[in-house]
């Protein structure tokens, strides 16, 4: 029965995969409006749910074997959808094994260190889930965008010249083939939104009550780069490291008719195959691990 889910949920996302070293053109080549087969919306609260159990399952392996963890990166355009997507496809996993981190405006301390430093000090134990939201690439996303935020970080003059980009893309490819090669498998996803799609969130954060919270006026400021983002977006799929233990996903965020699907923050994602293929009968490292993550 397991299986089954799993292969569902398998076929379901076998198209948002993306392939690092490919030609991307976000607008072009992905469609925010994919609906991957599902045509009512009980389908997809279906295949949710499914997806909600099979997870549960994923986090008890590598608690269970404390020789892995799991590092999901998530990034997207301001009102991506990145929190709910935390909230309803991990409403699942037992809180005590999964950490959520965000990641905003870089602190006087953060900028005191490394540009990855704010990052590899948020990673999850073994055993653990890691959540970022928003990641290491906001470093050649906003930081790229916006060229003033390079500046405060105070770099050394060498390391402003026009290959600061190229550089960076390097560094972070080596850090995550790093900790994949410590066993930190890392699930990314690019959660998709549409120009229209995003117009329309505006709106409902400034129109309805209980959603006022949400609006700053930096997101108007911000949505009119969205083609210099759509761009930075492009290339930061392009340069992404092909690893195994790295598993790459672009999530469509909907478009007018996404009442046709699920709401687009339900979107199951299958962790599986970043996880060791079976849970050990007993903990490799006994009075380490196994007391540790004892859920």
């Known amino acids: ?24 053109r976000l607008q072009k080549d992905f469609d925010p409006g994919f609906k991957a087969g599902i045509r009512k919306k009980k389908d997809g609260v279906e295949l949710l749910r499914s997806g909600i159990e099979l997870l549960a399952d994923c986090q008890r392996r590598p608690a269970a074997q404390d020789t892995y963890g799991v590092l999901v990166c998530l990034q997207a355009l301001d009102a991506g959808g990145k929190d709910g997507t935390i909230r309803h496809v991990m409403s699942g996993v037992n809180p005590q094994g999964v950490r959520v981190v965000g990641f905003k405006v870089p602190s006087q301390e953060e900028l005191d260190h490394d540009y990855l430093w704010r990052y590899a000090r948020h990673l999850p134990r073994r055993g653990e889930i890691g959540i970022f939201n928003r990641s290491q690439y906001e470093e050649v996303l906003v930081v790229r965008v916006h060229p003033e ?29 790093y900790l994949a090669d410590n066993g930190f498998r890392i699930v990314k996803l690019f959660l998709n939104l549409s120009w229209e799609e995003q117009r329309v969130r505006f709106l409902k954060r400034i129109d309805v009550p209980e959603r006022n919270w949400k609006f ?12 210099d983002y759509q761009r930075a977006f492009s290339e930061m799929l392009e340069r992404r490291a092909g690893r195994a233990g790295v598993t790459h996903l672009l999530v469509p965020r909907g478009t007018a008719h996404a009442e046709r699907l699920p709401p687009s923050d339900r979107c199951p994602v299958d962790l599986r195959p970043a996880l060791p293929a079976r849970q050990p009968v007993t903990g490799g490292r006994r009075g380490h691990g196994a007391g540790r993550h004892r859920w």
């Open 216 to 227: 700053s006026p930096a997101d108007i400021r911000e949505r009119a780069r969205w083609d």
């Open 149 to 177: 935020n390079l500046r405060r970080q105070r770099l050394p003059d060498a390391a402003h010249d026009l290959d600061v980009w190229e550089r960076r893309y390097r560094e972070i490819n080596d850090w995550e083939r």
């Open 1 to 24: 029965m397991a299986d089954d889910r799993a292969q569902s949920i398998a076929e379901f996302i076998n198209p948002l995969r993306g392939e690092p070293g490919t030609r991307v």
